[in-house]
């Protein structure tokens, strides 16, 4: 083979390993956005719909990077993000929902 065609593939692989990537940050960012949506409506959901006190929102504000990084560390950890949703099965299911009480048992 050409060292030219071996440098075109490697290009190649490069670009599409960058696509990959940018891929995945992109479900990592939704997973985040979502936990902290999720984290914001338990609380307004825990206070009947009204305004949450202040002294509770300030917490859920401090404490919000370390419940994101501890979500996304163990659906990371139990391999959430490697399936693809129309080909989960009740495996991956498993997984998911593990990953959510590991979760949550953290927090």
Known sequence: MKASSLIRREILNGRQHARYLISR?????????????????AYWLRYDLKE?????????NTHLPLVVACYLATSAVLGVPRGAWRFTSIYDLSRLIQAIIFGTAIV
């Not at 949450?52 to 300030?58: H, N």
């Open 25 to 41: 940050w992109r479900v990592l960012l939704h997973d985040a956005l979502m936990i902290t949506l999720s984290w914001y409506l």
């Open 52 to 60: 949450i006190p202040t002294e509770f929102f300030v917490w859920a």
